[in-house]
């Protein structure tokens, strides 16, 4: 069975604004049609940051995911409670709740964070 892939929210915003900084085996991930998923929690910090302007994204990142047919994973309550037993490498949050989606539904989060191998969370 081939890794199911949860998406970073600077990798997504990267993918989306063709940005140098994307490596191409990240590229590729995208690409290749791999199983690739968005966190709601990713939507929600593109949407604070936008707010602030300290992100440029033309378009709303919904309509943009929905339109590339990259599907929207939402945040459970099994999701929520794994933040319980995430030791504290790190304290963003929604970095957090994305290794705690990872972890919980088995999927391997494509990053370029340094931190998040601090995590027991498979990582490209």
């Known amino acids: 069975m081939s ?3 949860l998406v970073d929210t600077h990798i997504l915003l990267w993918v989306l604004n063709a940005d140098s900084r994307l490596s191409d085996h990240h590229r590729d991930i995208f690409l290749a049609g791999k ?3 968005v966190s709601a929690i990713s ?5 604070i940051k936008k707010s602030l302007r300290k992100v440029t994204l033309t378009g709303d ?3 943009i995911l929905r339109s590339n ?3 929207i994973l ?5 999701h929520a409670a794994r933040l319980e037993h995430l030791p504290l ?3 963003d949050p929604f970095d957090r709740l994305l290794i705690a989606q990872a972890q919980i539904e088995g999927l391997t989060m494509v990053t370029a964070g ?4 601090a995590y027991d969370v498979a990582l490209v």
Do not use: K, M, Q, W
């Not at 939402?74 to 099994?78: A, I, K, P």
């Not at 340094?114 to 191998?117: A, K, N, W």
């Open 69 to 71: 047919g990259i599907p």
């Open 61 to 63: 990142i919904v309509e």
């Open 114 to 117: 340094r931190h998040f191998s």
């Open 3 to 5: 890794p199911r892939y």
């Open 74 to 78: 939402g945040v459970n309550e099994l």
């Open 89 to 91: 490498h790190h304290r």
């Open 35 to 37: 199983d690739v998923t």
């Open 43 to 47: 939507v929600a910090e593109i949407a």
